[in-house]
């Protein structure tokens, strides 16, 4: 009997058609933290979590079967698939807890450390996709246009906002440990709805019994802004665009696409001043400008 196929990683650039497609998907998932904000009177955020799992869980396993899908095939696929979703819903139970205790601003910034962690745990997991010094060049001048765009945190005074900031690096390495999962199993070469139902599945009775644990309730029947916005994330967020991510991490270098997710805190700022009336200050034209200068460095062909 021969052994099974090593998983590769692709480490080429993204072409003009997957550039695009990745930042479509951080537009919308800049939306989406306008999204949760909007529902977050009605439904608390451990809850949304909750609810959005459930339900996309549903979608896309419809969809595979619709599809023809198989979704019980022996490839090799439960055990990281399990792994997968047990961090994936890990990282938003201490993303929602920890903005409980810090606030939005320094969130942003420490959840957006996930890019560093992949490349530096792409470096022992991932050895064919290797980062050269021009390309971290490129990571920090991203980094620096979120920097740029909502300052630099300044020193927690108060120990709950420490212990925020703190959870909210903690989520960013679950983050990144869930993609490099993703990307040296066989996960890999699975189809992507399947690799997301498996995060759905397992995230839902995590995220539920955080909830309850956390005492989260709804207290009164949710606005029609509030079930519209949960909507959006359900649907489109993460039974749609979630599952295209994951589509081109099988595809594309981990580390080049995680790059692109400093766009998505950028176009949550736009959004809020589009959709929330949040005011816009001179510096975020600069931070676009550093943004798309790291992009574009990153993404150099060798």
Request: with cysteine.
């Amino acid at each position: 009997m021969s052994s099974p196929p090593a998983y590769t990683s692709e480490t080429r650039p993204l072409d003009a058609a997957a550039a695009a497609i990745v930042v479509v998907l951080c537009l919308s998932w800049g939306f989406n933290q306008v999204a949760t904000k909007l529902a977050i009177h009605d439904i608390p955020p451990l809850l949304q979590g909750t609810i959005r799992s459930a339900v996309a869980a549903l979608i896309v396993a419809g969809w595979c079967r619709l599809r023809g899908i198989s979704m019980f095939a022996r490839d090799g696929t439960l055990l990281p698939g399990l792994a997968a979703g047990f961090f994936f819903g890990l990282e938003f139970i201490f993303i929602f807890q920890g903005l409980s205790y810090t606030t939005a601003l320094r969130a942003t910034l420490f959840i957006y450390l996930a890019p560093f962690f992949v490349v530096l745990g792409g470096r022992v997991f991932l050895p064919a996709d290797k980062f050269r010094a021009s390309q971290w060049f490129g990571l920090l001048l991203s980094f620096a246009g979120m920097i740029v765009a909502f300052g630099l945190p300044t020193p927690a005074l108060d120990p709950r906002q420490a212990i925020g900031d703190l959870m909210m690096v903690v989520a960013a390495v679950f983050w990144a440990i869930t993609t490099l999962t993703i990307k040296a199993s066989a996960l890999n070469r699975a189809p992507a709805e399947k690799v997301m139902l498996y995060q759905l599945v397992v995230s839902v009775p995590l995220l539920g019994l955080a909830a309850l644990l956390f005492g989260e309730r709804i207290m009164a029947m949710p606005s029609t802004l509030a079930i519209g916005a949960l909507a959006y994330q359900t649907v489109w967020v993460v039974s749609v665009t979630f599952v295209i991510w994951f589509a081109l991490i099988a595809r594309y270098s981990a580390n080049r696409l995680s790059v692109f997710t400093f766009l998505t805190p950028l176009f949550g700022v736009g959004a809020g001043h589009f959709v929330l009336g949040e005011p816009l200050t001179p510096a975020f034209g600069a931070a676009v400008a550093l943004e798309a200068a790291g992009l574009v460095q990153v993404n150099k062909a060798k």
